[in-house]
């Protein structure tokens, strides 16, 4: 099972949601339909890398994204992508 650090940030829609590691951008109603649409766009973006036989890029330390400025006040959690498509939020 692999994690990913997500942020999150309250919005007058719901919340947006970035994969600070895979520069993702996605949106949810609410704090769970945030993180169900972070792992399909994660498991999307981890299939192109796959097809266009990339590299996937090494996820930076947690802390230089809890101390990156843009960052301050919001919200940070993990999701985590299951193994052979599951998908857990």
């Given at each position: 099972?692999?994690?990913?650090?997500?942020?999150?940030?309250?919005?007058?829609a719901?919340?947006?949601?970035q994969?600070?590691?895979?520069?993702?951008?996605?949106?949810?109603?609410?704090?769970?339909?945030?993180k169900?649409?972070?792992?399909v766009?994660?498991?999307?973006?981890?299939?192109?890398?796959?097809?266009?036989?990339?590299?996937?890029?090494?996820?930076l330390?947690?802390l230089?994204?809890?101390?990156?400025?843009?960052?301050?006040?919001?919200?940070f959690?993990?999701?985590?992508?299951?193994?052979?498509g599951?998908?857990?939020?």
């Amino acid at each position: 099972m692999k994690r990913y650090l997500i942020v999150l940030e309250q919005t007058e829609a719901g919340f947006a949601v970035q994969v600070p590691d895979l520069a993702i951008v996605t949106t949810g109603e609410n704090i769970d339909a945030a993180k169900r649409a972070a792992l399909v766009a994660i498991r999307t973006n981890l299939e192109a890398y796959q097809e266009a036989d990339q590299p996937v890029p090494e996820p930076l330390p947690v802390l230089e994204h809890i101390d990156n400025p843009d960052f301050r006040d919001l919200l940070f959690a993990y999701v985590e992508l299951e193994p052979a498509g599951k998908i857990a939020a």
